[in-house]
């Protein structure tokens, strides 16, 4: 698995209805989208989840890597890239993925990318980040966990979809879910 996101930091005085518009009419495009575990469409307007920017910035989960690669070389992404501008997308290699049957109740989503210090014993971090993937689904009211780790930066990531807002972390982003794309079963 394969857990991709890119981010567009929009102009502070940026209509973010035009961003609210374009999920509401693109999202559908990507449901069932081959390899897909789930597309999350997010965004965040300046000021709110103390927010430094207006953000468009959807999170993935590919069951494949073959999903990201078609989606990255196909027409909805060229179509993205001709409105925005060409992306740095971030990838990191998936140690533990949770989702719940009520994964579309998904309101927020939170990401926090963390940085590994050198050297450090990578298993037990895998093990911490991963039981930490599954309590947040288990106990602690996420719809959807993912953890994983980028090993030409050493960093992690930790996403979360939810129901409701939880408190975040200092250095933890979060967007409202404008749609969420997912698997065909």
């Not at 502070?12 to 609210?20: H, L, V």
């Not at 597309?39 to 494949?64: C, M, T, V």
Request: proline share 6%; glycine share 8%.
């Amino acid at each position: 698995m394969i857990a991709m996101q890119y981010s567009f930091t929009l102009p502070a005085d940026y209509d973010m209805s035009i961003i609210d518009r374009r999920i509401r009419d693109k999202g559908p495009l990507l449901d069932g989208f081959p390899n897909l575990g789930f597309k999350a469409y997010l965004s965040a307007r300046k000021g709110e989840f103390r927010s430094r920017d207006n953000l468009y910035a959807p999170f993935y989960l590919w069951q494949k890597p073959e999903g990201a690669s078609d989606f990255l070389c196909g027409p909805g992404f060229e179509t993205l890239t001709g409105a925005f501008g060409w992306p740095r997308v971030r990838t990191w290699i998936v140690w533990r993925s949770e989702v719940s049957s009520d994964i579309a109740a998904a309101r927020f989503a939170t990401r926090d990318i963390q940085q590994t210090q050198p050297y450090a014993p990578l298993a037990d971090i895998r093990r911490a980040e991963s039981a930490a993937a599954e309590a947040d689904l288990a106990t602690g009211g996420a719809l959807a966990s993912v953890s994983g780790f980028e090993p030409t930066t050493w960093t992690r990531v930790r996403f979360r979809l939810w129901r409701e807002l939880p408190e975040i972390g200092e250095h933890a982003q979060a967007y409202r879910v404008g749609h969420l794309s997912l698997a065909r079963p």
